[in-house]
């Protein structure tokens, strides 16, 4: 299975990793094996558990609002030509702009609490989902399409019943992205000015050399992030369960 | 050859008692003075064409000739660059009046086979029990009962194309288009869906685009050639006998040769 392959691939890093520590010998403040990660983990549980905790409350939200306004955006712009017409340059621009440019500006506005870290997260986000949501219900299969007008189907019927549906495949590979890339949008918004998170953590430690510490906040967060990863992508494969059965087709053609 | 007709039938005892719905008649279709150009191009000048209504009519020519195009022009899916006058017996006006079968399915994967010939009424936002009811009726007479609940994917490519038929019927349109919809099956397959399809369509007014001569010697009342010069139409071939035909009849032999002489273009029309 797919998350067997995963831990196996992790734990065949962990050994690499405690290899080049032990064949090269660097000193701990520069590179710390993985035993002693493990034990500034255990030894920081507390702040790292209250930080994480803060972290993920940021991505949670960052991801369910970006995919709420990403969703409702995709949907006016099928709907309407002319909001079309005005949504597209703002889809466009959400993704020119480099958001790790826009951290400071946002800070500024929404303050070193959870709220700019979450705005960071939906920014970007913002773009997959729209992308991906609204690609996949304008590909909709057009002979389905002109099937559906010869049957005189309402326009609203037409987008709840085909568009959507057919759009879901997309929108779960845009939901997929946006999951790996929420957590970053949260840490850097943590890193341009915080004074909770992961983040804010990992700078903190660095600033005293706690380099073990650091890295165990970056281990708790690589987990938080494949965790919500995982998770997405098994609610997206229930959701879209046709495709599975169609991919069992496949081989015969 | 006898000349088609413009006559306004309509199916045996269905217009005796009261009002019929539109969905008991079997109106002609008449297209007068049809043009049609897409993105400059002219594909039809002029073109007047009479289908008969309560019969199978199918139309052969050679692919790029328009054939499809005349489909959806009649369905109403192409109504830009169209000139001229289209009627379904008294009426002018297309909304209602067609039902679309393709040479894909179109099943939708995300819904199962029953909801999928019951798709037209859902989309319409009338599917009600007494629809749902008809649909699992309509699934038995096709040899399809046990696969209601099942979705599409599960099931061969000619039982996909008998679900498609069945949503054709279910639109209880008094027109039914069809555009090469059993090309993609296997020839025993193929048969075979065509004998089912002229026993559940008999009665209706049927257009059927096909590139292959002995599908139309088998099913068709009347066969057209149609030309690549602007929707040129041969004048109508009258098989002998009911459809469907029988594959190995040898009457249909040599009209096939016929047939295909015509799509050569050695003979005109």
Redesign the interface.
């Given at each position: 299975m797919n998350l067997m392959r995963l831990l196996a691939v992790a734990a065949g890093l962990v050994v690499l990793w405690q290899g080049v520590v032990l064949v090269t010998g660097v000193p701990h403040f520069i590179l710390p094996g993985p035993l002693q990660v493990i034990r500034a983990a255990l030894a920081h549980q507390g702040p790292l558990a209250h930080h994480a905790g803060i972290t993920l409350v940021e991505i949670v939200s960052g991801l369910f609002l970006g995919t709420l306004v990403g969703v409702s955006s995709a949907l006016s712009m099928i709907a309407s030509r002319s909001l079309k017409r005005w949504l597209l340059p703002i889809l466009v621009v959400s993704q020119a702009i480099p958001v790790f440019a826009l951290a400071p500006l946002l800070i500024l506005w929404f303050g070193y609490g959870m709220l700019s870290k979450v705005a960071m997260a939906v920014l970007i986000i913002y773009f997959p989902i729209t992308a991906s949501f609204y690609d996949g219900m304008r590909q909709a299969d057009p002979e389905w399409l002109e099937l559906a007008k010869v049957m005189d189907a309402k326009p609203m019927a037409v987008v709840r019943h085909i568009r959507i549906p057919a759009a879901l495949p997309a929108f779960a590979s845009g939901l997929r992205v946006a999951a790996a890339t929420a957590p970053i949008g949260a840490v850097v918004g943590e890193w341009v000015g915080s004074s909770e998170g992961l983040g804010f953590y990992m700078l903190h430690a660095n600033a005293r050399m706690q380099i073990d510490a650091m890295f165990a906040a970056l281990t708790v967060l690589a987990v938080l992030a494949l965790s919500l990863y995982f998770l997405v992508d098994y609610a997206m494969n229930r959701i879209v369960f046709w495709q599975k059965e169609e991919r069992k087709e496949d081989p015969k053609t | 050859m006898p000349v088609n007709s413009g006559r306004y039938r309509s199916v045996e005892g269905s217009s005796s008692n009261g009002s019929p719905g539109i969905s008991d008649l079997a109106p002609g279709i008449f297209l007068e003075n049809v043009s049609f150009a897409y993105s400059e191009k002219e594909i039809f000048r002029g073109l007047n064409f009479t289908v008969e209504g309560g019969l199978w009519t199918c139309l052969i020519g050679p692919s790029g000739c328009g054939k499809s195009t005349l489909l959806?022009i009649i369905?109403?899916?192409l109504r830009e660059g169209l000139t001229g006058s289209i009627r379904f017996g008294g009426f002018a006006r297309q909304?209602?009046f067609?039902?679309?079968m393709?040479q894909?399915d179109?099943l939708?994967?995300?819904l199962t086979v029953l909801e999928n010939v019951c798709?037209?009424a859902?989309?319409?936002?009338e599917l009600t029990e007494e629809k749902r009811c008809k649909a699992t009726m309509l699934l038995e007479s096709a040899g399809l009962s046990g696969y209601a609940q099942v979705?599409p994917?599960?099931m061969s490519g000619g039982m996909r194309q008998r679900a498609a038929l069945l949503r054709t019927l279910m639109?209880e349109r008094p027109v039914i288009?069809m555009d090469e919809p059993f090309s993609a099956l296997d020839a025993l397959t193929r048969l075979k869906l065509q004998d089912l399809a002229a026993k559940l369509v008999r009665g209706k007014t049927v257009l059927m685009v096909t590139h292959d001569p002995l599908e139309a010697l088998r099913l068709g009342h009347r066969i057209y050639v149609m030309h690549e010069n602007r929707g040129r139409l041969s004048r109508a071939i009258v098989p002998p006998g009911t459809p469907p035909r029988k594959a190995g009849d040898p009457a249909l032999a040599s009209l096939q040769e016929h047939l295909l002489s015509l799509l050569e273009g050695k003979e005109s029309a």
């Amino acid at each position: 299975m797919n998350l067997m392959r995963l831990l196996a691939v992790a734990a065949g890093l962990v050994v690499l990793w405690q290899g080049v520590v032990l064949v090269t010998g660097v000193p701990h403040f520069i590179l710390p094996g993985p035993l002693q990660v493990i034990r500034a983990a255990l030894a920081h549980q507390g702040p790292l558990a209250h930080h994480a905790g803060i972290t993920l409350v940021e991505i949670v939200s960052g991801l369910f609002l970006g995919t709420l306004v990403g969703v409702s955006s995709a949907l006016s712009m099928i709907a309407s030509r002319s909001l079309k017409r005005w949504l597209l340059p703002i889809l466009v621009v959400s993704q020119a702009i480099p958001v790790f440019a826009l951290a400071p500006l946002l800070i500024l506005w929404f303050g070193y609490g959870m709220l700019s870290k979450v705005a960071m997260a939906v920014l970007i986000i913002y773009f997959p989902i729209t992308a991906s949501f609204y690609d996949g219900m304008r590909q909709a299969d057009p002979e389905w399409l002109e099937l559906a007008k010869v049957m005189d189907a309402k326009p609203m019927a037409v987008v709840r019943h085909i568009r959507i549906p057919a759009a879901l495949p997309a929108f779960a590979s845009g939901l997929r992205v946006a999951a790996a890339t929420a957590p970053i949008g949260a840490v850097v918004g943590e890193w341009v000015g915080s004074s909770e998170g992961l983040g804010f953590y990992m700078l903190h430690a660095n600033a005293r050399m706690q380099i073990d510490a650091m890295f165990a906040a970056l281990t708790v967060l690589a987990v938080l992030a494949l965790s919500l990863y995982f998770l997405v992508d098994y609610a997206m494969n229930r959701i879209v369960f046709w495709q599975k059965e169609e991919r069992k087709e496949d081989p015969k053609t | 050859m006898p000349v088609n007709s413009g006559r306004y039938r309509s199916v045996e005892g269905s217009s005796s008692n009261g009002s019929p719905g539109i969905s008991d008649l079997a109106p002609g279709i008449f297209l007068e003075n049809v043009s049609f150009a897409y993105s400059e191009k002219e594909i039809f000048r002029g073109l007047n064409f009479t289908v008969e209504g309560g019969l199978w009519t199918c139309l052969i020519g050679p692919s790029g000739c328009g054939k499809s195009t005349l489909l959806r022009i009649i369905s109403g899916t192409l109504r830009e660059g169209l000139t001229g006058s289209i009627r379904f017996g008294g009426f002018a006006r297309q909304e209602g009046f067609t039902a679309w079968m393709a040479q894909k399915d179109l099943l939708l994967p995300w819904l199962t086979v029953l909801e999928n010939v019951c798709l037209g009424a859902r989309l319409r936002g009338e599917l009600t029990e007494e629809k749902r009811c008809k649909a699992t009726m309509l699934l038995e007479s096709a040899g399809l009962s046990g696969y209601a609940q099942v979705l599409p994917s599960r099931m061969s490519g000619g039982m996909r194309q008998r679900a498609a038929l069945l949503r054709t019927l279910m639109e209880e349109r008094p027109v039914i288009l069809m555009d090469e919809p059993f090309s993609a099956l296997d020839a025993l397959t193929r048969l075979k869906l065509q004998d089912l399809a002229a026993k559940l369509v008999r009665g209706k007014t049927v257009l059927m685009v096909t590139h292959d001569p002995l599908e139309a010697l088998r099913l068709g009342h009347r066969i057209y050639v149609m030309h690549e010069n602007r929707g040129r139409l041969s004048r109508a071939i009258v098989p002998p006998g009911t459809p469907p035909r029988k594959a190995g009849d040898p009457a249909l032999a040599s009209l096939q040769e016929h047939l295909l002489s015509l799509l050569e273009g050695k003979e005109s029309a």
